[in-house]
């Protein structure tokens, strides 16, 4: 049994037990999360729940085990012929979530 939700603006896989990283929301290690924009559930028996946008009635409850920080970026510019160049980075923070169970 699976589901795919919409965590961030992102759609995410999410299987019970599973530990799965999504951007950072704002809740604290050991906090239960409920997802309710659930766009599709997959049932052990092979049934497919497909939403219009959302599954009614459906939604994946997951513990918070805390945040991490995802690769840094490096974004480098230049302006060629005017000695201007300059490097910039970027690193994202993560919550690491643990999914406990899918409720349709």
Do not use: C, N
Not at 26 to 37: L, M, N, R
Not at 44 to 66: C, I, K, Q, S
């Amino acid at each position: 049994m699976y589901a795919i939700v919409e965590a961030g603006g992102r759609q995410v896989r999410m299987v019970p037990g599973a530990v799965v990283t999504i951007d950072r929301i704002g809740a604290e290690a050991g906090t239960e999360v409920s997802f309710d924009k659930v766009l599709l559930v997959e049932k052990d028996a092979g049934e497919v729940l497909a939403g219009a946008p959302f599954v009614a009635d459906a939604r994946v409850v997951a513990v918070v085990e805390g945040e991490v920080r995802g690769p840094k970026i490096r974004v480098f510019m230049k302006k060629r012929r005017k000695t201007a160049r300059w490097t910039r980075g970027h690193r994202s923070t993560h919550t690491r979530i643990r999914v406990k169970e899918i409720l349709v």
